[in-house]
């Protein structure tokens, strides 16, 4: 059994992790409810009423990986861009002054287009105006993460897609991307490089939900005992509409999510979970109280989508190359969102519904001398 096997099937699962399967079992109306307001309780008291906003930033859609569910896909022919710095500082300036500071910057992999001196551009950038910034790019080394952490990136968010390995094989035929051992190991290197905050999560559609969920809570068990001094955020989300049409092969229902959302707070009492806008508003609405920590808000997933950035530099890229095109509009996006409201609104929401909407609870001067 290799190393990612072990960590994901252990011979001798720890208390958590045998609890968290027996609350994935089916489980009753009337039981699921009792973890629902125990689920509520164990939240309120590790968290407050605080919830944290963020909003992703897409900087590229460029991507040389061919993922089968993603918009962002090296095969599909869509309309592409990389953002300049300035048009960067345009998007992190828009979301600033709807309210938000913390930003996920996000981007394909690529490295014609996002190399890692870019990257520490952007962050570097945007380092006075946004306090809290996390990536979403192609892992990397130890060392190349190090300087983005210098530069003022203090978290790191990587999804291993699919912890079926056979499954993962099938959905990525090509590119770095296709090493499923490189990708799991993701969070413990950045852990190393110095990164205080990490986000892992399963993207839900590709496999039984009930395995995957196992699997995903398998790794954080793992990695919350590897890496002691981060801090842990974990997402459940669902597969999307995007370019390429991918369908999804196996469901994951509402009921059902909610039971996860449920089990992952009551056996992880002290790991943020993350709610994007991929999921319908009122299943968001429903979700608040029962484990929700974090949650995106007004978001857009392409290059620009917040201001138009980018819209005169569109272009196709086929077999690494940049081809010119006559298409206009705006850079396609890796996936639809399914929560179209605005942050004012969602903020609006959690004030009526008890909670803090909070825009920054971090800030690099903590850490001065």
Request: proline share 7%; aromatic share 8%; charged share 25%.
């Amino acid at each position: 059994m290799s190393y990612a096997d072990e960590i994901i099937f252990p011979k001798q699962p720890s208390a958590a992790l045998r609890r968290f399967a027996a609350l994935l079992e089916p489980k009753s109306d009337a039981e699921l409810e009792a973890m629902a307001q125990e689920s509520a309780l164990v939240t309120r008291r590790n968290f407050g009423r605080a919830m944290r906003l963020f909003a992703p930033l897409y900087l590229s859609n460029e991507c040389i990986n061919n993922c089968a569910y993603c918009g962002f896909s090296r095969d599909n022919p869509i309309l592409r861009v990389t953002l300049e710095i300035a048009s960067v500082m345009k998007e992190a300036r828009h979301l600033a002054k709807e309210g938000f500071r913390n930003v996920l910057l996000v981007a394909g992999e690529h490295p014609k287009f996002v190399s890692n001196g870019y990257l520490e551009a952007c962050i570097r950038a945007l380092v006075p105006e946004i306090p809290t910034i996390a990536l979403e790019v192609a892992p990397m080394e130890v060392a190349d993460y190090e300087p983005l952490v210098r530069a003022g990136a203090e978290g790191l968010v990587v999804y291993q897609e699919t912890y079926d390995r056979a499954t993962y094989a099938e959905m990525h035929t090509m590119g770095p991307k296709r090493d499923f051992d490189w990708r799991l190991a993701c969070p413990e290197r950045a852990y190393d490089a110095g990164f205080r905050r990490i986000g892992i999560g399963a993207l839900f559609g590709l496999t039984p939900w009930r395995a995957e969920a196992l699997a995903l809570a398998a790794h954080l068990d793992h990695l919350m005992r590897r890496c002691w001094k981060a801090q842990f955020t974990v997402a459940l989300p669902r597969l999307r509409p995007c370019a390429g049409k991918f369908a999804p092969r196996h469901e994951l229902p509402d009921r059902e999510m909610v039971q996860t959302v449920c089990a992952l707070r009551l056996c992880f009492p002290h790991v943020g979970i993350v709610l994007s806008t991929r999921e319908p508003a009122a299943l968001r609405d429903a979700l608040l109280p029962l484990g929700i920590t974090m949650m995106s808000a007004g978001s857009h997933t392409e290059p620009g989508g917040y201001t138009g950035e980018g819209k005169d530099d569109l272009h196709l890229t086929v077999r690494g190359r940049r081809v010119e095109t006559e298409q206009s509009g705006q850079a396609t996006e890796q996936f639809q969102i399914a929560d179209m409201r605005s942050p004012a609104a969602i903020a609006q929401l959690l004030q009526k519904s008890g909670f803090e909407p909070v825009w920054k609870d971090w800030d690099h001067a903590i850490l001065a001398p």
